[in-house]
Nanobody, 114 residues
Framework: QVRLVESGGGLVQAGGSPKLSCAVS????????MGWYRQIPGKEREFVAT???????DYADSVKGRFTISRDNAENTVYLQMNSLKFEDTAVYYC????????WGQGTQVTVSA
């Protein structure tokens, strides 16, 4: 059974720097590309960042220079370091393995406050 469990969300002040984690089990982690996506209520899920099995990264323009995706193959975990948070970063953040047609976590809410 494949499981992706996100953590690290919550209420964060604008300008803050939370770090999301996604613990993965049930797949051979190191060979899979991983990604973070987010969704605002009433809108479609959108791409945030990906990291390939060879550690190549890609980012949405809206987060480039502020967010950093990384992975620890020894811990089967992918991370999203979020810096300089803005109100518009408020969303449910989802971790994905082999996106977009692979496996997804349940999501973690990030709410940016004043």
């Amino acid at each position: 059974q494949v499981r992706l469990v996100e953590s690290g969300g919550g209420l964060v002040q604008a300008g803050g720097s939370p770090k999301l984690s996604c613990a993965v089990s049930g797949i051979i982690f190191y060979i899979n590309d991983m990604g973070w996506y987010r969704q605002i209520p009433g809108k479609e899920r959108e791409f945030v960042a990906t990291i390939t099995s060879s550690f190549t990264t890609d980012y949405a323009d809206s987060v480039k220079g502020r967010f950093t995706i990384s992975r620890d193959n020894a811990e089967n975990t992918v991370y999203l370091q979020m810096n300089s948070l803005k109100f518009e970063d408020t969303a449910v953040y989802y971790c994905a393995a082999r996106p977009p047609f692979g496996w997804w976590g349940q999501g973690t809410q990030v709410t940016v406050s004043a």
